[in-house]
């Protein structure tokens, strides 16, 4: 007899709580500087989280839909570009529409202070630039992965 457990259907969620952050991490828009979320992603695996990096200039859609399909708990976005309040938005805006509320987004990059509260008020928080320390960043995405993991638990 097997020593393992067995799955019920409907009855798991307690056995996958456990589970690592799982994080996306995406530079949408055109923006082919990598070196700060390549810098993260290894940061981000080493905090023992789940990384995906989604590659330089994905389309929001592609962000959208790699991170439903991949069921990350947070989606991060990072444009040193300055196009952060269209492409940011855009992706906001695309997981509203598709009913998505249990992942989070946040953002980073060259981001003046001025539009911070804006992409707030979208729901993208963080929003971190260059010199931030990467325990404060790494603090704020398990924040954010603990509060839409709440979210699934509770079914919304």
């Known amino acids: 007899m097997s020593e393992g457990k067995s799955l019920e259907p409907g009855k798991n969620q307690s056995l996958f709580n456990e589970r690592p952050i799982k994080i996306l991490l995406a530079k949408p828009g055109i923006d082919g500087h990598d070196r700060g979320i390549l ?27 790699t991170a439903i399909n991949e069921d990350v708990d947070v989606v991060a976005l990072s444009l040193l570009n300055g196009a952060h309040m269209t492409v940011f938005k ?30 707030e008020r979208m729901g993208i928080s963080g929003n971190y630039g260059p010199g931030t320390q990467i325990s404060v960043i790494i603090d704020h995405i398990r924040k954010r992965a603990e509060e839409v993991r709440k979210l699934k638990s509770a079914g919304q």
């Open 90 to 119: 855009k992706v906001a805006d695309l997981m509203r529409e598709k009913g998505v509320k249990d992942i989070a987004i946040v953002g980073g990059g060259t981001i003046p202070d001025a539009d911070k509260p804006k992409l």
């Open 39 to 65: 810098v993260l992603a290894k940061a981000f695996r080493d905090a023992g989280m789940e990384v995906i990096y989604a590659g330089l200039l994905p389309t929001p859609e592609q962000v959208v839909d």
